[in-house]
């Protein structure tokens, strides 16, 4: 489920930023903007311990950060349920 909401961010995100780019309806400072929102909004779910709610917001910050930093690296594509982080592999189990 984590790993499902995540990629739902990072879906939601890309499609944000790749629609207004090719527009033109945005430009660096309201990235900046969106970014700290997306990271105040994600603050806030953490102080919640909304699990759902942090794994969205992983996602969506992820792209953002990657983007205004110009990062190509390769995008985490899970999210690990336990430590709440973006994670390369699949978690599965318990005991992780």
Known sequence: MSS??????????????????????????????????????LEEMRRRRDIVGIAYYSGRAEVLERFLNRNTSKIPTYFHPYQLRPTASLVKGKNC
């Open 4 to 41: 499902a909401m995540y990629q739902e961010g990072l879906l939601h995100e890309l499609d944000a930023i790749l629609t207004s780019t090719s527009l033109g309806t945005k430009k660096k400072g309201d990235f900046d903007n969106d970014h700290g929102e997306t990271l105040r909004t």
